[in-house]
């Protein structure tokens, strides 16, 4: 142990006073108060009030001017050692530079409790008031502050000594004295701890607003400081709410500071383990039917009617995990509708939005990619406006709401944004049209990206079907599943917006590459284009995307001159700013469900990133209305350092209405200088070859 290193000699009083304990602290004064330095681990931390009405406090004189206080408390000990410069007496009104031991320019500063101590110290000492006993010198009124850092500490322990003095005291305790917060992922959202402060002492203590302090304060924020500018008697209690926001991986410490004058006064020690969690990674699926009301899969059987809403249970289900999970991605179709009406789907629990998913008219079959976050019990609702209609939903993925999915699933994928580019067009590659009931693969080489990416983030448009189909996008391994990507009909062009899972080719024809497929349905030929837009990695030394789920909301509608001006005329470029509501300093992307209402002719509307240095408009589509049509389509966007999307109409005019399903953003304390928005060096991927083959068996 220790406690009071270095030879001390001279005592003059053979025995200590002891002061018996009382009920409450009362002039003359004797105490001993310890603001415990944070995160130390020479000292215990915490704040300690050793007075009359807890303890038993002992001081023990040195000839040579020096003292020893003790004090204990239930077995609880601590003590102090304090020695004037070397050749000195202390004097009253003075502030000594201290250090241990003693010598001509400092005083001599120990401190020890619960069987430690300090080997070396360095601080300072105020002697606020110093009556000795003339025949023995010894000290009978003594009154001091203290500030005291032990060894390599960071911080200093401070306090207040009384003995027998006249002059009061303040101090504190806390309840607890430290926050451990475990394991928690990197997010500005952990998990918050609650310290009860209780003033001591004889005087009011004042306090100040609390402070962070110590190696990693910004991961960690002060929630409520119930505290600050108040000034509580002896007895009286605040509270400090904190929460840690841990931005790094490991070991995380701070500390709060409640200061209570001179940059002294209680602090709270913090620590939490950070970890690089799930939230916000996307969890790719095999596709998988969870509702038809044709036959009742999921729901009741049959049509959803006017003005009517259905409950589906998405969670537990398809590959879904029963918890952990804060969106789903679903490929949604209706069929059969009785009456011109759109379908909106939702989170259960929540009033519905006014937004849209599908806007469709009587007898159309038609689907997109929805997006939507889990309600309540794990459920989604869907409701349709007019008529009625039959609605199937295909899970294709999920996102994760919190790290509880890593257990049984792993690590999840977070999104890279590319220049949305071309992949696939079969009007202007191989050999036209892919044919009724064949399937087309496609490799794509991404580089040092390829063993990485587990699903690519697509537009898929069947243009100019010779009959009514379907297509199914898969990774290309085996047979294609019973689930359909997009419905067409003939002569009609048919986007969706898919995350299609992919398989690393193993062929001599792709080895190595990232490979999905394409497969129609149908018992005639249709061209198929294929743009990417990003894709999901698992890439643990860059920062992708990760995404934040929110009620679907309407953020354009020009209709109405919301966040556009007006319908969108012939060869202009239109553009819709985000809400600061929604997008955040760290979010680069969004999720979006644009919509087409009755254009004047035959159209393309293209969607990309808005005020990025050398991005211009991209030869790609987002949707494909016709004339007089209202089309929805999902689409997955960047945005622009001024949260900015472009919004691009080919010919004729039409109004455009904007949803947004969610952010994409950058990991909680990855910081933007990252590269993992728009990325350069992905923006042209290399094509691999294409294989066609014919489905065998049904």
């Known amino acids: 142990m220790r406690l009071f290193a270095g030879a001390v000699t001279g005592i003059a009083t053979a025995a200590a006073v002891l002061i018996p304990t009382a009920a409450q602290a009362a002039a003359p004064y004797t105490a001993f108060t310890v603001n415990g330095a944070p995160n130390s681990y020479v000292l215990p931390g915490g704040s300690r009030v050793f007075d009359a009405t807890n303890s038993t406090i002992a001081l023990q004189s040195y000839t040579e001017g020096g003292m020893r206080l003790s004090a204990s408390a239930s077995g609880n000990s601590w003590g102090m050692s304090i020695i004037p410069p070397t050749g000195a007496q202390f004097a009253v009104g003075t502030r000594y530079d201290a250090s241990w031991p003693a010598d001509g320019s400092h005083a001599g500063l120990n401190l020890g409790g619960e069987g430690r101590g300090c080997g070396t110290a360095d601080g300072w000492i105020t002697i606020k008031e110093l009556v000795r006993d003339t025949d023995t010198n010894a000290v009978t009124s003594f009154a001091a502050s203290y500030g005291l850092r032990c060894d390599t500490a960071l911080a200093a322990n401070t306090g207040e000594i009384r003995y027998n003095s006249t002059l009061g005291y303040s101090g504190v305790t806390l309840n607890p004295d430290s926050l451990s917060y475990g394991y928690s992922e990197l997010t500005p959202d952990g998990p918050q701890k609650t310290v009860t402060v209780t003033a001591g002492g004889s005087d009011s203590t004042t306090f100040d607003q609390a402070q962070l302090i110590g190696a990693h304060p910004r991961d960690f924020a002060v929630v409520t400081d119930g505290c600050a500018g108040k000034t509580l008697n002896p007895g009286q209690t605040c509270s400090v709410t904190v929460k840690t926001t841990p931005r790094q991986t490991g070991s995380r410490t701070a500390s709060v500071l409640l200061p209570t004058g001179d940059g002294a006064g209680p602090t709270i020690s913090l620590h939490v383990e950070g970890f690089i969690g799930a939230v916000g990674t996307y969890y790719p699926r095999t596709p998988a039917r969870l509702m038809d009301t044709r036959n009742g899969t999921g729901v009741r059987k049959g049509v959803l009617g006017k003005q009517s809403t259905v409950s589906l249970q998405v969670t537990g289900r398809g590959g879904v995990p029963s918890t952990g999970v804060s969106a789903v991605v679903l490929n949604v179709t209706v069929t059969s509708p009785t009456w011109a009406s759109y379908l909106t789907a939702y989170p259960t629990g929540q009033s519905r939005p006014t937004a849209s998913n599908l806007n469709y008219p009587k007898g159309w079959t038609g689907a997109n990619s929805v997006t939507v976050p889990v309600g309540a019990g794990g459920k989604v609702d869907f409701y349709n406006h007019s008529g009625s209609t039959h609605v199937i939903a295909d899970v294709v993925g999920f996102y994760a709401g919190s790290s509880s999915v890593m257990s049984s699933l792993g690590t999840g994928n977070e999104l890279i944004r590319t220049v949305p580019s071309r992949l696939m067009d079969t009007r202007t590659d191989g050999d036209g049209k892919l044919p009724g009931g064949y399937w087309i693969r496609q490799a794509v080489d991404y580089g040092e990206w390829n063993s990485f990416i587990q699903a690519f983030a697509v537009n898929i448009t069947a243009v100019s079907p010779g009959g009514h189909g379907y297509l199914s996008a898969w990774n290309g391994a085996g047979d294609p599943p019973n689930t359909s990507t997009l419905n067409f009909s003939p002569g009609t062009t048919v986007p969706n917006m898919a995350i299609v899972p992919v398989q690393t080719c193993y062929e001599s024809w ?91 002719a035959n159209t393309y509307v293209t969607v990309w990133p808005a005020g990025v240095s050398g991005i211009g408009r991209p030869g790609v589509s987002s949707l494909n209305p016709s004339k007089g049509q209202i089309v929805p389509n999902a689409v997955i966007t960047g945005i622009g350092p001024e949260d900015a999307f472009h919004v691009y109409n080919n010919m004729g005019s039409t109004h455009i209405l904007v949803d947004v399903a969610g952010t994409y953003d950058l990991p909680w304390g990855s910081g933007t200088a990252i590269g993992a928005g728009l990325r350069p060096g992905t923006q042209a991927p290399t094509l691999g070859t294409t294989t066609v083959s014919r489905r065998s068996g049904p």
Do not use: W
């Open 510 to 600: 792709c080895y190595g590459m990232p490979m999905y497929g394409v497969y129609n349905g149908s018992n005639a030929g249709t061209h198929i284009v294929v743009d990417i837009v990003g894709f999901f990695e698992t890439r643990s030394d860059v920062s992708g995307l990760r995404f934040k789920p929110i009620k679907p909301t309407r953020i354009a509608d020009s209709r109405i001159a919301q966040g556009l001006p007006g319908a969108v005329g012939a060869g202009v470029t239109a553009t819709v700013t985000t809400p600061s509501t929604i997008a955040g300093p760290d979010t680069l992307g969004l999720s979006l469900n644009v919509t087409a209402v009755s254009p004047t």
